[in-house]
Each structure stands twice: as C-alpha cells, then as structure tokens.
C-alpha cells in the first residue's frame, strides 16, 4: 500500500514536471513530426519515377510480364526499352537513367535450365536512389521468379558504374527479407512515409527513454534528488520500479499520440493489430528504459550519462533501419544492426502496421527485445547505487 | 539507550583517499552537538554515513539504538535530515514536496496534512506553500527543506550547514526550532561553520579535520582546555627566556640585577592567571582612575579614554567583584562590562591548525 503511493508519486511528480514545462511538452511531440515532415516528404520525392532503361535480349511472355511490373511500379519511370546491353550501360554513365536493368538473353527460354542472370547497372552515385532501386529491383525479380515459376532465376547481379560502393553479393536472404517491404509497395499502396513512420515513433521512444532516464536518475541523483528519497525507508526497488513505471506510462502514452497524430497529419494506414502496435510500444519502451537504468546505475552526473550514451544511441539511429532499410547498408553495418535493439522494435512496427503481421511473424523480434530487456535490467537493478 | 549517535571506528575511503578515517564519538542522547570542521574536513561525509545514504567503507555506528549497517531502515524511520544542497523537487510546490515526503515515511494522510500545516506555520513558510521550490528564495528553501525533513517527527535530526547564506532573521527562527526541538527531547547534529550559532545553541562539540575527530568536548572544555595549552605554551617560552637571561648574566656578570628582575617578575606576573577586562564607564575620568590602578588585582591598564577603559586583571571572579565594586564606590557610572575570553573560534583555529601540522608530519 505504502509502496504503492511512492510509486503513484514518482509518476505524478513527472507528470507535473512536463505540464509545468510547456515548451518540453511541445517538442515531445514536435520533434518526431518534424522528422516525419522533413524525411518524408523531403525524401519520398526521389523515390518515385526513378528514370531506368530495360534491355530485353529475348521476347516472350516472360520478357511481357516482367515489363509490366516494371512498368506498373510508380517507383521506376522506364524512359526507354532497348536491346543492347552496352548501350543500356552508357546510358546510366552518362547520367540519362539511374539504372539499366539488363535481362539475360536466355530469359524466356523455360527449356533452358542453366541459370539466368539478371543485371542491373546502378548509378551509384546517387547513395539514395541506388539504396532503393536495388532491394526493390531484387524485391520485383523475386516476385516475379515466385509467380512465374523460373526457378532457375536465382542469381542477380548488381555492377555499379560511376562508384563501386553498391553492395555486391549482398546476402541474399537479407535482401529477400527486406524486399517484402518494397514488394508491398509495388502492389499496395505503401509510401516512403509509410515506411517512416513507424522506426521515427521507434527511435522518438528510444530517445525519450534512455534520455529520460538519465534525467530522472543520474540527473537527480546530482541535484540530490534521489537523496531524498533514499532517505526514506525506501527500496532501491520501489524507486527503480517507481522511475520505470512513471517513463513508461509517458512514453506508451506519448507513442499512442504519435501514432494517432501519423494517422490524422500524414494519412497512415494501420494494417496490423491496433493492440499488437501498442504492446510493441511498450515492450520497445522497457527495454529502452533497462538501457537507460543499466547506464544511470552507476553515474554521478547527467553529464557523464549523456557521455556514456551518445557514442551508442547515436549510431542506433542511423544503423537500425529508421532512414533506410537495413539491408542496403554495407555489411558491417548490417552485423551491427542486429546488435541494436532499435532494429527489432523497427522491424517489429513495421510488419504490424505496414504488413498487417500478427505475433506469428514477428516473434523473433519479440524474444530478442525481450532477452535485451532482461538483460539491460537485470544488470540496472544489480548495479544499481545507492549511495548518493 | 544512553547515546543518541555512537560510532565505533567509522571510516569512509573513496578509492585511496580517507574522507573520514576512523570516528570514534559518543553523542548523548537530547543534546545539541556541533560538528565542526573546514571545508572538506569530512562532516557531510560522516552525516551521509550516519543517516544510511552512504554506506561506510569499515566501522560502524548506532543511530538512534540502531545498527546503521545492519538496519538502516530503522534508522531512516528515526532520522531526518536536512542536506547541505536543498534537494527538494524545484518544479512541484513546497506543499508537493512535503507530502511527498510524508508519503515516502508512509504517513495516514491525516497526520500528513495536519503536520504539514503545523510545520509550515511554525517555520513560517505557509504563506508560500503553493509556489514552486525553485521560485522561492534560498531561505525560503532552507525552510521548506527543514519542514519536509520534519514532518515524520524524527527522535534526532541532522542539519548539514542549515543557516550558510542566509538572513539574520531566517536564521533566527532555525535557530528557535531548534531549541524547540531539542526541548521536546530531541536530539540535534548540527554541522555549522558558524561559531557564533555552534556557540549559542551546543551542548556538545566535535571538531573534525581531514577526516580525524580533532577534538570532543563541551564548549566550555574546549575552551579551558585551550586556555591551559596557550598558558602551558607561554610559560615554557618565557622560562626559556628566563633560563637565557640568567646564563646571559652568569657569563657577562653584569651589574644591574635590578633591571633582570623587574623583568622576570613581569614575566612570572604575566603567568599568573590574567584576562582581559574591558569596562565602559560614563562618567570615567582621572580620579577613578587613579583609584583603579592602586587595585592589587589590576595588573595594568591596557588603554582607556573618555567612557572606557580596558585591563589586564587577575583571572578570579573576586578580582572581577573588587574591581566593579571599587567602581561603584568612587561614584562611576558603568554602562557595560565584558571580559575576553578565547571565542570558540580561536579553540577552533588552533584545533585545525595543530592537526594540520600533524598530519603533514605523519606523512
Ligand atoms: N563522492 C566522492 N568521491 C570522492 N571524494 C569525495 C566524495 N565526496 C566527498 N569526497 C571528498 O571527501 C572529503 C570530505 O568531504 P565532505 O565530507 O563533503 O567535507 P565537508 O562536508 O566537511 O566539507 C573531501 O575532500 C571531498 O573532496
Ligand atoms: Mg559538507
């Protein structure tokens, strides 16, 4: 009971503190629908009509079909379909096209069982219409090699021009991953922004939460604060669980807005379960808020916290697939993003509200942020300090 | 439970560094202990033990009849606090942090509001219960602080420079709580840089410098104390001089043994008892005083002028009484009268001081 009104306090004193800062309370919300402005639409511009050339070096029914999906894609803006390879290079280096896709010339023979290869010329020096072009383009070929039945067409082969920085011999299974993605978008009606939202409410948690907590331990714990609380016949449990409870209620609460904000600002659908969106919420947040408690268990100061977290929530934002799907990262950043929690929360918003995915299909992603959340914890309360 | 506060070889260590290195003291129960000590004698850290903030490197102590090591959670229950740094929350009202606190001791809501009312009132900051702490001034603060380290009404309460900064009248009324407090059988640690308030309101004294209790006493044997160490030093330093003269006249054999010992019975006279008198009489002219210096227990007038006039007299209290009384009798009107003793703060100088040499000795 008495334990209970701590807690109740510890939540009640954070709220009061937000309303009682009201340009606090705006940014808190602000912050992530400027991101969602700004990268949305900045950069949802250039990933329609990206100008391409096809070459076809065999005619069929095949070649037809495959040229209608091309066509049918708003990404691509196919400004020409011709038969030479070389030519189809040329294009793309002189700066006409940003991408030759290049069918071999055994394409539409079924009979012909050696494998077929289809090349795809990027321009690689535009970083961010050849980090979509190419998940796409692998996304489009193994739909169509699904549906069409070749099964032969397995290898794709991606040469880049102008910069040789595009990631050869990308995992595959990465990419056909990644690709369900752009395959939505090819047939349903999925945005950039669509794709955005989601890691941008992911990220504006992980950065409420971690920073939140630095505020609310190490912060207080420098003001003498937490002192104060220590001083009373009070568990390190009760305040830690106080502290969780009382960033979790503001951060699920802050998520469900954003959410709702998305969907009336920007138009974004929902596919998935409304329920399963807002649990993800919440797991994302506990486990953010175990990172934040691991690192403020033993710090003096905000400053030292904000020290000790930087060089990790930094790259987390720009490693676990906010901007751009993960796998059009090179491969050390790939390795890395499968160490950061960020990247699971992502991948888990993403399949709920963008692929209508049920628990079925994201469970790994669950068991993850929830062995991370364990972990963050059980090392946050261990280590936890009471001296102040 | 005779002590309130009873440490057994207390020591705190951050690293290599002794904060505070092994305190040994005994505060008696319903008392009014000063603990004094420069900055960074170790005072704030020795608190931070006793009241289960921080926990010690070795040693123990027994807070209010409870092991602090072993259940300080009993002893949180029986202590309040009151920190260096205010610590209250800036952004909630003063009332806020109050019943917060309350709340943390898990008091009935009842008694936590009945309280918070009385202990406003009482301290006088009722009138700006609802304002933010952070709008409110630094004694405003300090008394907001003292109201929420009250309002579970602990047996012993710990002030760690409660009155630094703060106006005369401010201090004034922290300095009645006090009493009040401790009148009504609680017991008081007063950490205080403040000799005039350690002076005016302590039972006890400890003096703490570079982590080691320097000295542990009343007031008042703190200062006899000092007053036998200085005559102790001056005695041998004039016996020093008395031996140099005395082999100076051996060896030159000079003459005048008259002047020598006009000398050495200044010097035995000065190592009587003397302390200073000062007198303000206001109608003191010649007369009176040449009827004061034919007084035996004067033993020289220091200076004077027209209403006052200060001496050197034998340190009895009937050469105090002989002195008034002669006074009186000649007619002289006194309007005040004090003596000199050493102040608290000269004892504390030459506490620190003393240890300061001895520590750089030791080392
Ligand atoms: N957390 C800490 N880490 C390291 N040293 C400390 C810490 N707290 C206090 N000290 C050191 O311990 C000594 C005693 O400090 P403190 O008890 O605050 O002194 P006082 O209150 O008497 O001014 C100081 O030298 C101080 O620098
Ligand atoms: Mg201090």
Redesign the interface.
């Known amino acids: 009971m008495s334990e209970t009104k701590k807690i109740m306090w510890m939540i009640k004193k954070d709220l009061l503190v937000l309303w009682r800062h009201k340009p606090r309370l705006i940014s808190l919300f602000l912050f992530p629908i400027i991101m969602i402005t700004l990268f949305g639409y900045g950069m949802g511009g250039t990933l329609n009509n990206v100008p391409v050339v096809v070459v076809e070096q065999s005619q069929g029914p095949i070649t037809d079909a495959t040229l209608t999906a091309i066509k049918g894609n708003s990404l691509y803006n196919v400004k020409d379909i011709i038969t030479d390879p070389d030519k189809g290079k040329q294009m793309v280096q002189s700066g006409q096209v940003k991408a030759a896709i290049i069918l071999p010339s055994n394409y539409d023979n079924l009979n012909d069982t050696s494998q077929k290869s289809i090349v795809v010329d990027v321009d690689s020096s535009d970083q961010l219409a050849a980090s979509v072009i190419i998940p796409a383009t692998q996304g489009l070929f193994n739909q169509i090699s699904n549906q069409i039945g070749i099964q032969e067409l397995q290898t794709l082969n991606f040469t880049s021009t102008s910069v040789a920085s595009t990631p050869q011999g990308t995992n595959f299974q990465n990419i056909l991953n990644s690709i369900n993605l752009q395959i939505n978008k090819l047939y349903g009606n999925i945005t950039y922004l669509d794709f955005l939202v989601p890691a941008i409410i992911g990220m504006t948690i992980l950065f409420g939460c971690v920073f939140g907590m630095g505020e609310i331990i190490a912060g207080e714990r420098e003001r003498g604060e937490l002192a104060r609380l220590f001083m009373t016949p009070t568990s390190v449990s009760t305040v830690v669980g106080g502290k969780i409870i009382s960033k979790l209620v503001q951060e699920t609460g802050r998520g469900i807005i954003l959410i709702v904000a998305a969907v009336l600002l920007f138009g974004i659908i929902i596919n998935g379960s409304i329920m399963l969106t807002v649990l993800l919420l919440i797991l994302g947040a506990l486990c953010f808020i175990g990172f934040g408690i691991m690192i403020s268990a033993r710090v003096s100061s905000q400053e030292d916290f904000m020290q000790s977290v930087m060089p990790i929530t930094m790259p987390m934002m720009f490693v676990s697939g906010v901007f751009y799907p993960i796998e059009t990262m090179p491969w050390i950043f790939q390795k890395i993003a499968y160490i950061l929690p960020l990247t699971y929360v992502n991948d888990a918003l993403r399949a709920v509200m963008l692929k209508g995915a049920g628990v079925g299909d994201i469970w790994i992603d669950i068991v993850v942020l929830l062995g991370f959340t364990a972990l963050f914890f059980a090392l946050g309360v261990t280590q936890f300090n009471r001296d102040v | 439970m005779k002590y309130a506060i009873e440490t057994f070889d207390l020591t705190k260590k951050y690293d290599e560094f002794t904060a505070v290195d092994a305190l040994n003291m005994k505060i008696d129960n319903n008392s009014i202990f000063g603990f004094l000590g420069p900055n960074g004698a170790g005072k704030t850290t020795t608190i931070?033990m006793l009241?289960c903030?921080?926990?010690a490197t070795s040693g123990t102590g027994n807070v209010a009849g409870y092991d602090i090591t072993n259940n300080p959670?009993?002893v949180?229950?029986k202590i309040g606090?009151v920190?260096q740094?205010?610590?209250?929350?800036g952004?909630?009202t003063v009332r806020?942090n109050v019943y917060?606190?309350a709340?943390?001791?898990?008091l009935p809501t009842d008694l936590k509001i009945s309280r918070a009312d009385e202990l406003m009132e009482l301290v006088d900051i009722k009138y700006a219960q609802n304002k933010?702490v952070k709008q409110l001034s630094g004694g405003m603060k300090q008394k907001a602080s003292v109201v929420?380290s009250l309002i579970h009404q602990p047996d012993i309460l710990f002030l760690d420079e409660p009155t630094i900064g703060l106006d005369p009248t401010t201090k004034r009324v922290l300095w009645d709580l006090v009493e009040e407090l401790n009148s009504e059988g609680r017991t008081i640690i007063l950490c205080s840089h403040d000799m005039y308030e350690v002076e005016l309101l302590c039972d006890g004294i400890g003096i703490i410098n570079n982590g080691v209790l320097a000295a542990f006493d009343t007031p008042r044997g703190l200062k006899d104390t000092m007053i036998k160490e200085q005559k102790e030093l001056k005695s041998t330093k004039d016996s020093n001089v008395i031996k140099i003269m005395e082999e100076l006249r051996k060896e030159s054999s000079v003459e005048d043994s008259a002047a020598f010992d006009k000398i050495k019975e200044n010097i035995e006279i000065r190592n009587r008892d003397l302390k200073e008198l000062s007198v303000m009489i206001s109608n003191l002219d010649e007369n009176m005083l040449n009827h004061l210096n034919k007084l035996p227990s004067i033993h020289e007038i220091v200076e004077h002028d027209s209403g006052r006039i200060v001496m050197d007299i034998e340190s009895s209290d009937e050469s105090v009484n002989q002195i008034i009384s002669a006074i009186i009798t000649n007619g002289g009107n006194i309007t005040s009268i004090a003596t000199k003793d050493p102040s608290l703060e000269d004892v504390f100088m030459s506490v620190t001081a003393k240890k300061e040499e001895e520590g750089v000795d030791n080392e």
């Open positions: 931070k009241t903030l921080i926990k959670n009993e949180r229950e606090m920190p740094l205010v610590s209250l929350y952004d909630l806020e917060l606190c709340d943390f001791y898990g933010l929420a």
